[in-house]
Nanobody, 115 residues
Framework: QVQLVESGGGLVQAGDSLRLSCAAS????????MGWYRQAPGKQRELVAR???????NYADSVKGRFTISRDNAKNTVYLQMNSLKVEDTAVYYC?????????WGQGTQVTVSS
């Protein structure tokens, strides 16, 4: 059974940084491509960053150059380093499989960026 636990969100000011963590059950984080998604109020959930099993990464244009996704296979954890945060980054952030998400979603972690 897949379990995903996101953490690390918070309330920050524009320009600040946060690092999100996603603890995954078993070894799924090391086997599958994983992604970070976000959902802002009134908007659809979107993929912001993906890391493949071979550690290739890609990013949404809106976060390119500011966010970095990484993984620690020994800890079954995926990270999202977010720098130069903007008000428009405010959302609930989730992790899931990077290409075809599982139907299961964790509780997410709230990121709020104030101006």
């Amino acid at each position: 059974q897949v379990q995903l636990v996101e953490s690390g969100g918070g309330l920050v000011q524009a320009g600040d940084s946060l690092r999100l963590s996603c603890a995954a059950s078993g070894s799924i984080a090391s086997i599958f491509s994983m992604g970070w998604y976000r959902q802002a109020p009134g908007k659809q959930r979107e993929l912001v960053a993906r890391i493949t099993s071979g550690d290739d990464t890609n990013y949404a244009d809106s976060v390119k150059g500011r966010f970095t996704i990484s993984r620690d296979n020994a800890k079954n954890t995926v990270y999202l380093q977010m720098n130069s945060l903007k008000v428009e980054d405010t959302a609930v952030y989730y992790c899931n499989r990077g290409y075809v998400p599982w139907s299961y979603w964790g509780q997410g972690t709230q990121v709020t960026v104030s101006s």
